[in-house]
């Protein structure tokens, strides 16, 4: 019967169905499956199918982002159990998101955070209109690896490197990597305000996000894109 | 001196796009998500504006719920024709349904520098050399602020970009960039002044306001309230709604027209119940999500569609339109580039949009290119050519000149031939030598834009603004960035 149930979990997360995968979550914990062995044997294996499906060109983004969706709700529902258990999912990282102040504009931040944590990643969205000191704060109350911080307006994206610099006054960097993002948003300007990490799109986001916390206390300088230079 | 602006006007062409059947189904659809799902207007002068005319309004999440006959009754007050002036008046553009007007791109943050060919980030000085080279080319009727004056305070730089373009041309002017209720002020009092004042402005609005919504289904805070700004001055408004199928609206193109179409009427009923008869005007550059990235497109058929459906619908509301066209993602001046900017404005044109964005960029209308520009330029021009149809009389159909060659011969030589030559088009910057000449020369349209966008740059020389008008435009910015 497991197999079957590791397999229909997998489905459910291909399927992009949030209920069912919700459902099949419970059912796992009810037959007193380790939640962790239904992640990694179940829906792991789904999200793994779509990401390759995306990357040979049969998937498309709205699939991808299903996927996450229903990751998100089986993880959520297995949460409490794995708590009682005193086991947790080993998280990638912990991001902190936000668009900056002063701007509303906040499709591709919240198209990261979906992407960072069906990726594995730990992610709080503080939303948008965001003051770079809350963005701060939060980053040290969840001992953040990375704040993402987006910006549509030149007028707004001036404030990314208040970001970088009330880290820096703080003596936060480089131990809390910086990503930026929105339409604006040069290498050049990445490079100018030093940034750790850009991308344009959500699913280059989750590589770099990967590589910055690889990275972790290595003290590099280097910048992060996620294409090829 | 500036040369007359071609507008597009007079068309023989036309193209079927909605029924009116659809249109109606597209505007109950439109009507039925604003009553019972509502709009985003985070604006506490917006809220109180709507509340005070029966509007259901939630002030915290600042959703609108309006009734059907509140938008409908606001949006029967707009004009439907009115006319964007110009510094020069011989400039002034008609929006009345028989002119199309060609605007400069807007609001890039990178310049394909004319002479080093390096891209870098753009400046104010980018600005005003933009506007004189888009104030001599005869196709570009208005002016966007192109790219960012970046080098300028983010609080006024809005007012820097307006000053660079009339320091620098005489055509009218649509901003974009201004998205602040003080420095939507200090905009009214620049075109005030040039025009000679507050009551002169409504008779000659120098200046027009153009401000993005927030798909799906919302307004920007400071966006609405720079509107309202301008529309009290009778300076004419617009909201554009960039909604993109996949995310920002509906995969499906009749549900992104809702959406989008959801935004830009509440918007405007809303400058119409706090201005009544104020001048607006619809916008739109709607297109699809990228499938892969989910980025903004700019083109591709559902993009071209969109170009021509949103005309019906201003047309329903018996508003103008500026609408997006051109706006490639490619990231040079290419195949992508021609097919993605001569289809979009093809269908924008051919139902009439009144304001066409517009010319120059690259990269989904981020990258500033002089040989985009131009070439952009002749797409237009090609449009316009084709839009006048082909005339059938006595005259064109050259009996006279047929009998008179007769089975072989040509007609070079003809009277008539020399009478209408001049109509065919004559490209500037397509190939159409000798092979070899090309092989020896390896050269092209991007280089021949490129010589002709320096040339201009070098030689025009705008009517330039009196003096002491543009110190006191820098009289009004200093004032503006010291508050």
Redesign the interface.
């Known amino acids: 019967m497991t197999p079957e149930l590791f397999q229909a979990m997998a489905q459910s997360i291909i399927d992009g169905d949030s209920e069912a995968a919700e459902q099949l979550a419970r059912q796992a914990i009810e037959a007193g499956i380790d939640p962790l062995e239904a992640i990694n044997k179940g829906f792991v294996l789904g999200v793994n199918h779509v990401g390759n499906e995306f990357s040979c060109g049969n998937a498309f983004l709205p699939e991808l982002v299903m996927a996450g969706e229903a990751m998100k709700a089986a993880v959520s529902t297995l949460e409490p159990e794995m708590a009682r258990r005193g086991t947790a999912r080993q998280v990638l990282g912990v991001v902190v998101l936000g668009t900056i102040q002063g701007d509303i504009h906040d499709i591709g931040k919240t198209l990261v955070g979906t992407m960072l944590s069906a990726a594995g990643f730990q992610v709080y969205d503080l939303g948008v209109d965001v003051p770079v000191e809350t963005l701060v704060a939060k980053a040290r109350e969840v001992d953040a690896d990375i704040i993402g911080v987006s910006a549509l307006l030149t007028t707004t994206m001036v404030r990314q490197r208040d970001v970088v610099e009330a880290l820096d006054d703080l003596g936060l960097r480089p131990r809390v990597k910086v990503m930026v993002g929105g339409a604006p948003v040069t290498s050049e300007w990445v490079a100018e305000i030093e940034a750790d990490g850009y991308s344009e799109d959500a699913i280059g986001a989750v590589a770099v996000a990967k590589k910055l916390v690889a990275m972790g206390k290595s003290h590099s300088s280097e910048v992060l894109h996620d294409a090829p230079n | 001196m500036t040369r007359p602006i071609k507008s597009i006007t007079d068309p023989k062409l036309s193209l079927g796009i909605l029924t009116p059947e659809e249109v109606q189904r597209l505007h109950q659809a439109t009507l039925e998500v604003i009553e019972s799902v509502g709009v985003r207007f985070?604006s506490k002068r917006a809220l109180e504006t709507w509340a005070a005319h029966g509007a259901t309004v939630d002030w915290e999440t600042s959703i609108v719920k309006a009734p059907a006959a509140l938008i409908e009754a606001a949006l029967k007050k707009a004009p439907p024709k009115y006319t964007l002036a110009a510094r020069d008046p011989a400039q002034d553009l008609p929006l009345d349904g028989n002119h199309v007007h060609l605007g400069t791109d807007g609001?890039g943050?990178?310049v394909i520098d004319l002479y080093t060919g390096e891209r870098?980030?753009s400046g104010l000085k980018d600005v005003g050399e933009i506007a004189r080279v888009a104030d001599y080319l005869e196709e570009v009727a208005f002016h966007w602020v192109a790219v960012?004056a970046?080098d300028r305070p983010?609080?006024t730089?809005g007012l820097h970009e307006i000053k660079a373009i009339w320091d620098n041309s005489t055509k009218h002017v649509q901003t974009e960039s201004i998205?602040s209720e003080a420095e939507a002020h200090a905009a009214i009092e620049m075109a005030a002044s040039i025009v000679g004042g507050r009551e002169a402005l409504r008779q000659r609005p120098v200046l027009s306001i153009m401000q993005c919504t927030?798909p799906p289904l919302?307004h920007?805070?400071g966006s609405l309230e720079a509107a309202l700004v301008g529309a009290e001055a009778g300076v004419p408004v617009g909201f554009m709604t960039m909604a993109a199928c996949?995310?920002?609206g509906p995969?499906t193109l009749a549900g992104n027209l809702v959406v989008g179409n959801a935004e830009v009427i509440t918007g405007t009923a809303l400058i119409q119940l706090a201005c009544p008869g104020a001048p607006v005007f619809y916008a739109a550059a709607q297109s699809a999500?990228?499938?892969?990235?989910?980025?903004y497109t700019g083109g591709g058929p559902e993009d071209y569609l969109f170009g021509a459906a949103t005309n019906v619908l201003s047309d329903f509301y018996d508003i103008p339109l500026s609408m997006g066209s051109f706006a490639t993602g490619a990231k040079q001046p290419n195949w992508q580039a021609g097919v993605d900017n001569s289809l979009s404005t093809f269908m924008a044109s051919i139902v009439m949009s009144d304001m066409l964005l517009g010319v120059g960029f690259l990269h989904?209308s981020?990258i500033w290119s002089y040989a985009e520009m131009l070439m952009d330029c002749e797409i237009y021009s090609l449009i316009r050519q084709m839009m006048q149809g082909i005339v059938v009389d006595d005259e064109t159909l050259a009996l006279e000149a047929i009998r008179l060659v007769g089975p072989g011969g040509n007609f070079l030589t003809q009277k008539h031939t020399r009478r209408h030559m001049r109509e065919l088009f004559v490209p500037q910057f397509m190939d159409r030598r000798p092979y070899n000449e090309w092989q020896e020369k390896r050269d092209g349209a991007a280089d021949w834009a490129t010589a002709k966008a320096r040339q201009i740059l070098e030689t025009h020389q705008p009517d330039p603004l009196d003096p002491r008008l543009s110190a006191e435009l820098q009289r009004i910015i200093d004032v503006a960035e010291k508050a």
């Open positions: 985070p609001c943050v990178e870098r980030r960012s970046q983010p609080h730089r998205y927030a919302g920007d805070g996949l995310t920002t995969a999500s990228d499938l892969r990235t989910g980025a989904g981020r």
